[in-house]
């Protein structure tokens, strides 16, 4: 059970989730591959730790993941294996850990981005904090024509206030070359923040038909009246989801381990 201080701030009302589970098509096992001396899932949990928004669960379809995470010191849930989704996983989660309904806000961060900059962690509350908006998560610029063709790139359309605004509302999110014109595409990146009423609601409602034909679980919250909020970062965390992929975060944190350092 979570330890309160009584403090009524907006970071002690925030609870950051990461769903797990071993089984992957591409990547079997994936939160538990070795990086740098420690399983995937653990990396992933020290970066929501110091993003420092608020305490910090593994959401787990295995007991195998759990047990790697508390001997790393972290705090782990066990969940049905057999839910569909991680927003189904961090949502059975939550009610676990929290039945008392302190938690107004949570984050969902995916399991698979191990070398996630703690500080783009943070910045998906934003849209919550400082706007009206229901969800919020993450985009980033690209004028990269490979991303702009490639149906795995996610793109976000975007609304902004106001030119160079870093806050926007997204108006659809596509597998398409969209929007067509001169100027960037916006990357979606997978990470969520949910207010706790809207989460409960999202979880209850069935898939829609467009989140079924672009194969996008974001489309469900859109289809069903649900305003989404996006926050600009500067670039774009990699997920790991092919050996290629492992490789180059091991490649990447074991520089960290050699200057000892983390986030």
Known sequence: ??????????????????PARLASARLPHKPLLDIAG?????????????????PVWVACAEERIAEAVERAGGRAVLTDPALPSGTDRIHAALALVDPDRHFTSVVNLQGDMPTVDPACVAAVLEPLTEGSFDIATLI???????????PNVVKAIPSFPKP??????????TRAEAP??????WHHIGIYAFRREVLERFAALPPSP??????LEQLRALEYG????????ESVPFG??????????RAILERVGERGSRP
């Open 210 to 215: 467009l989140e079924k034909r672009e194969r």
């Open 38 to 54: 420690e399983p995937m899932i653990v990396h992933v949990w020290r970066r929501a730790v110091a993003a420092d928004i608020g």
């Open 226 to 233: 649900m305003t989404i909020g996006v926050r600009v970062v």
């Open 140 to 150: 980033a610029a690209s004028e990269d024509p490979e991303e702009r063709r490639d």
């Open 240 to 249: 790991v989801d092919t050996p290629a992929d492992l490789a180059r975060a």
């Open 1 to 18: 059970m979570p330890q309160h201080s009584g403090s009524t701030d907006k970071r002690s009302r925030t609870a950051v989730l990461i």
């Open 180 to 185: 067509s014109g001169p100027g960037p595409i």
């Open 164 to 173: 160079g605004a870093r806050i926007g509302r997204a108006l659809y999110f």
